[in-house]
């Protein structure tokens, strides 16, 4: 079965720079999120799209956007990185918005900042 | 105190035993529940989800949730090596974007 698409998979950026990942999510699925794992840390929710629309926004920085296209892929774009903006960062995607809707994560992008 | 707690672990269970991992969470309100398995360096893949009171089985995983004691667990029968990876228990609350909440997962060790 078709899974979530994340790219790239690693990406090494130095202070400062700018980055930007992408997501594509299951057919069909329509709700994109965003979630961002440091080391030995759960995985923390940013943000949220349903049918091209933010629906919620967690503890996303200023620093960082992000929107889900026409196609209802997503890119999250990352500005003015920091070293504390290392991390996994996992794009999931569910069939619609509403609590029954389960969430699949993709295989997410490592982000080192140097 | 935290949205979603589970005992960090490791829980230690020889193959073939049953390992039961439980998390407790604090907002009435939520409203669905997932248990989703980590190996190190990996992404969340989904295991179970609950969202009615009772059990909820599948294969050699059951999910079991308490509303009105506000807990929720995962037994996983005949463990095997393979299960060795840490469990997040992960809460979709009373939110508009149907955002998780996970607890500090449970790391599993099934020994041979």
């Known amino acids: 079965a078709a899974g979530v698409i994340q790219s790239p998979r690693h990406l090494i950026k130095e202070k400062r720079e700018t980055a930007t990942l992408k997501c594509y999510p299951i057919p069909r699925h329509d709700t994109v999120y965003w979630y961002q794992q440091g080391p030995g840390q759960d995985p923390q929710f940013l943000i949220s799209?349903?049918?091209?629309?933010?629906?919620d926004k967690g503890s996303i920085p200023d620093r960082f956007s992000a929107q889900q296209f026409s196609d209802y892929h997503s890119e999250l774009n990352m500005s003015s990185l920091e070293l504390g903006d290392s991390a996994l960062y996992f794009c999931?995607?569910?069939?619609?918005?509403?609590?029954?809707?389960?969430?699949?994560f993709g295989p997410g992008t490592r982000l080192t900042v140097t | 105190q935290k949205e979603v707690e589970q005992n960090s672990g490791p829980l230690s269970v020889p193959e073939g035993a049953i390992a039961s991992l439980n998390c407790t969470y604090s907002d009435r309100g939520s409203q669905s529940f997932f248990w989703y398995r980590q190996y190190s360096g990996k992404s969340p893949e989904l295991i179970m989800f609950?969202?009615?009171?009772g059990d909820k089985e599948d294969g050699r995983f059951t999910a079991q949730l308490n509303k009105a004691s506000q807990y929720v667990s995962l037994l996983i029968r005949d463990s095997q090596p393979s299960d060795s990876a840490t469990y997040l228990c992960?809460?979709?609350?009373?939110?508009?974007?149907?955002?998780?909440?996970f607890g500090g997962g449970t790391r599993l060790m099934v020994k041979p």
């Open positions: 799209f349903y049918e091209k629309m933010q629906s």
């Open positions: 992960a809460v979709n609350g009373n939110n508009a974007g149907n955002m998780l909440t």
């Open positions: 999931a995607s569910s069939p619609g918005q509403g609590a029954i809707y389960e969430q699949y």
């Open positions: 609950i969202y009615s009171n």
